[in-house]
């Protein structure tokens, strides 16, 4: 079974630029979640989809920060414009259940490397 | 108050030791608990996972919820050099993280 799927793995940009990163799901999960991990800390929940509704996008920079999730699939974040406290992993996870109940397992990718010079 | 509190370590034994790992939570609601471990360069990966109070085992591996004391351990005994990296604690059914403890077993 193909695992999470992102890319791309490393990207440096200058501040005010503009990224994007693309995270294809393990196929049938209806749960999709970005995270934000900063060297030496947890991961932080960015946004969680299920299918290809919002339903937790409070801790989202919502002035620099989007989603989407265009038919329920696959996902693209974007920065723009990016700072420099923006350096940090993405890591983009699945599951199979929705909100409100046990989440289930959440299978991540290897994650998308960004550093803003 | 952050939700899930742990300890960032980091955390260096010696091959063969006992290792304890712990968090606190807030939300007296949580009812899933959840240990992750990620290797360097790589995405998180499920270790333990455990529904409410009691322990769990998985060979080398326990993990314990007191939820009175709002308390998650995760134990590995016999630890090995390939224990090496960084533990997360996270709660569902929000699924947030607390902040990883990097372990090093050291041959």
């Known amino acids: 079974e193909a695992g999470v799927a992102q890319s791309p793995r490393y990207k440096i940009i200058e501040k005010r630029q503009s990224v994007a990163f693309w995270c294809n799901p393990i196929?049938?999960?209806?749960?999709l979640y970005w995270y934000q991990q900063i060297l030496g800390q947890g991961p932080k929940l960015l946004i969680q989809?299920?299918?290809?509704?919002?339903?937790?996008d409070s801790q989202l920079p919502k002035d620099r920060f989007s989603a989407e999730r265009l038919k329920g699939v696959d996902s693209t974040l974007k920065i723009q414009p990016a700072k420099l406290e923006d350096s940090a992993v993405y890591l983009c996870?699945?599951?199979?259940?929705?909100?409100?109940?046990?989440?289930?397992?959440?299978?991540f990718g290897e994650g998308s490397r960004l550093t803003v010079l | 108050q952050k939700e899930v509190e742990q300890d960032p370590g980091p955390l260096s034994v010696p091959e063969g030791a006992i290792v304890s790992l712990n968090c606190t939570y807030s939300?007296?609601?949580?009812?899933?608990f959840m240990w992750y471990r990620q290797y360097s360069r790589k995405g998180p990966e499920l270790l333990m996972y455990?529904?409410?109070?009691g322990n769990k085992e998985d060979g080398r591996f326990t993990a314990q919820v007191d939820k009175s004391s709002k308390y998650i351990s995760l134990f590995i005994r016999d630890s090995q050099p390939s224990d090496s990296a960084t533990y997360l604690c996270?709660?569902?059914?929000?699924?947030?993280f607390g902040a990883g403890t990097r372990l090093t077993v050291k041959p």
């Open positions: 939300n007296s609601a949580f009812q899933y």
């Open positions: 196929s049938g999960h209806a749960t």
């Open positions: 455990t529904y409410s109070s």
């Open positions: 996270a709660v569902s059914n929000d699924m947030r």
């Open positions: 989809f299920q299918n290809n509704g919002v339903v937790d």
């Open positions: 996870a699945s599951s199979l259940a929705g909100r409100g109940v046990n989440t289930g397992e959440l299978f």
